[in-house]
T-cell receptor
Framework: DAKTTQPTSMDCAEGRAANLPCNHS???????VYWYRQIHSQGPQYIIH???NNETNEMASLIITEDRKSSTLILPHATLRDTAVYYC???????????FGTGTRLQVFP | GAVVSQHPSRVICKSGTSVKIECRSL??????MFWYRQFPKQSLMLMAT?????????EQGVEKDKFLINHASLTLSTLTVTSAHPEDSSFYIC????????????FGPGTRLLVL
């Protein structure tokens, strides 16, 4: 499985956009980019995923570079409740495994 | 939609006893469920993959005789920690993949196990 590199931690002001980067330079053609987040002492929450095209849903937007070697998760208007650890995972479609790295700890401050 | 529940949410047991944790997909059928373990300040580690009607597949280093997994129906998988010891104390999390949407796994809220 391709590995990902994320910053250990980031801060964001409430109401501003949070842009979380992820590098996945060894991603294969059949691997999707998934984003999950984990709020303290809870199970991970699915956010969004994509293959090639940019994706948007009610929670976030996912921007994938043309060469697919990196991506950015965008939370357009961060709130205090968005404080969590954000995991970027690359994995083949219909795979049995999601391998979690260390993620990015996002702290949203007032 | 896509809700996964776990029971119990937390459990305290004595060393040497067995503990069963249930994972249910509430509004979808899951042919495949997954069990993860998370120690404090660490990331999730996949323990095993549970397939309905067949034996679970365990990750390297996970003892199948200690962590018994049963996936008897399309909405229920159970993890039994047998002869639990204090080092088994952890946060156990399950996930399930919707058979209609194979692309995404949905996670339960987790079960915190404390072995005294």
């Amino acid at each position: 499985d391709a590995k990902t590199t994320q910053p250990t931690s980031m801060d964001c002001a409430e109401g501003r956009a949070a842009n979380l980067p992820c590098n996945h330079s060894t991603i294969s053609g059949n691997e999707y980019v998934y984003w999950y987040r984990q709020i303290h002492s809870q199970g991970p929450q699915y956010i969004i995923h994509g293959l090639k095209n940019n994706e948007t849903n009610e929670m976030a937007s996912l921007i994938i570079t043309e060469d697919r070697k990196s991506s950015t998760l965008i939370l357009p208007h961060a709130t205090l409740r968005d404080t969590a650890v954000y995991y970027c995972i690359v994995s083949p479609y219909n795979t049995d495994k999601l391998i979690f790295g260390t993620g990015t700890r996002l702290q949203v401050f007032p | 939609g896509a809700v996964v529940s776990q029971h119990p949410s937390r459990v305290i047991c004595k060393s040497g006893t067995s503990v069963k944790i249930e994972c249910r997909s509430l509004d979808f059928q899951a042919t495949t469920m997954f069990w993860y373990r998370q120690f404090p300040k660490q990331s999730l580690m996949l323990m095993a993959t549970s397939n309905e009607g067949s034996k679970a597949t365990y990750e390297q280093g996970v003892e199948k005789d200690k962590f018994l997994i049963n996936h008897a129906s399309l909405t229920l998988s159970t993890l039994t920690v047998t002869s639990a010891h204090p080092e088994d104390s952890s946060f156990y999390i399950c996930s399930a993949r919707d058979h209609r949407n194979q692309e995404t796994q949905y996670f339960g809220p987790g079960t915190r196990l404390l072995v005294l």
